[in-house]
């Protein structure tokens, strides 16, 4: 399973990845929209877990352009506001929404749950 | 207080208030997470070391070290929410544009789309003697409507000018050194702050100038009856 974490928190989303690797599930890490196009155009990601709110492409606009790349990738928004403003856009309905602080142990079930829906 | 004061504070400082409160607690949750996935991290190296992996002191170094600056950075964090309660403690006072400056820096710099601002500090401080809060909320408006209309990795220079031409006013300048797309800039809420602090926008090659006047006599007059709130602590 190919995973990329993106967030603009460098220290948050290294963290994150050491402690996904040491659950034997490895993760490419990116500080920006901009970055994970650029890996995304590379690499084959299966999930991209993305921070909401970032300078630059924010979340939504980061989910659009991967899907446009990889039309099969599956997608986890983290977000450290309160509140999740969908602006009333229904494209946002079905996403997933985390929230910061993340438990790790629910991260991975939901990584595992969006990857294979059918086992649940 | 007139009405129109009145509802210009409530209004304004309403959605002001919810704003800096959302980016501040957006910070917030941003240095909570990164000390609760270190702690998660250390929690983790603990189980290893029970089954017999030896722990490295560097990494533990390196933990400790990343746990204590995220503290700082919210105390820091804090300790500027703290300087913007104040912000409210008086309608009008003789407030220090350099303090006001300083604030509207850090605080607009927790906003997702803001840009690195360099605010030139090497002049001498001057008061204005204005109402903190909208002052506060206006240097913070133009701030991040200067951030929208810059591109990724465009930075900002905030230059107080004291004793300029005009001896009445000090003047800020923001600029960027290239052409802004400032068409919709001030918006009908902000342009409403300025006309209460008789404050004025013009718009230059490189950015913008806002000249805020020393006293404000309508200001002083209109907030002159308001019974004086209870300071925060």
Request: glycine share 6%.
């Amino acid at each position: 399973m190919k995973i990329i974490l993106v967030d603009d928190e460098k220290k948050f989303v290294n963290m994150l990845a050491k402690r996904l690797s040491l659950r034997k599930l490895n993760a490419d890490v990116a500080y920006s929209g901009e970055e994970a196009v650029e890996k995304a155009a590379r690499i084959p990601y299966d999930l991209a877990v993305l921070d909401l709110k970032m300078p630059g492409i924010s979340g939504f606009a980061l989910k659009r352009k991967l899907l446009e790349m990889l039309p099969e990738i599956k997608l986890i928004f983290v977000t450290g506001h309160g509140a999740i403003d969908k602006n009333g856009n229904h494209d946002h309905s079905d996403d997933i929404f985390l929230a910061k602080p993340l438990n790790i142990d629910t991260l991975i079930k939901t990584i595992h749950q969006t990857i294979h829906p059918d086992k649940q | 207080m007139n009405q129109h004061t009145i509802d210009l504070v409530n209004k304004q400082g309403l959605q002001f208030f919810g704003s800096v409160n959302a980016s501040i607690s957006h910070e917030l949750k941003n240095i909570f997470a990164i000390i609760s996935e270190t702690a998660g991290f250390l929690n983790d190296l603990t189980q290893l070391s029970k089954q017999g992996k030896q722990l490295e002191l560097s990494v533990l170094e390196n933990c400790c070290n990343s746990i204590s600056e995220e503290i700082e950075r919210g105390f820091d964090t804090i300790r500027r929410m703290n300087q913007f309660a104040h912000s409210v403690d008086d309608p009008v006072r003789e407030t220090s544009i350099l303090d006001t400056l300083t604030l509207a820096v850090k605080l607009t710099g927790f906003l997702s789309f803001a840009k690195k601002t360099h605010l030139n500090e090497t002049s001498v401080d001057t008061t204005v003697f204005t109402s903190p809060f909208l002052l506060q909320a206006l240097t913070y408006k133009t701030l991040g409507a200067l951030y929208k209309t810059l591109n990724a990795g465009d930075e900002l220079t905030l230059i107080p000018t004291f004793g300029g031409p005009d001896p009445s006013g000090v003047t800020l300048v923001f600029s960027h050194g290239q052409p802004a797309d400032l068409t919709d800039f001030p918006d009908p809420l902000t342009a409403e702050v300025a006309d209460a602090l008789k404050a004025v926008f013009k718009k230059t090659k490189t950015g913008l100038e806002l000249f805020i006047p020393r006293t404000n006599d309508y200001l002083a007059a209109a907030l002159a009856d308001r019974q004086p709130v209870q300071k925060s602590i």
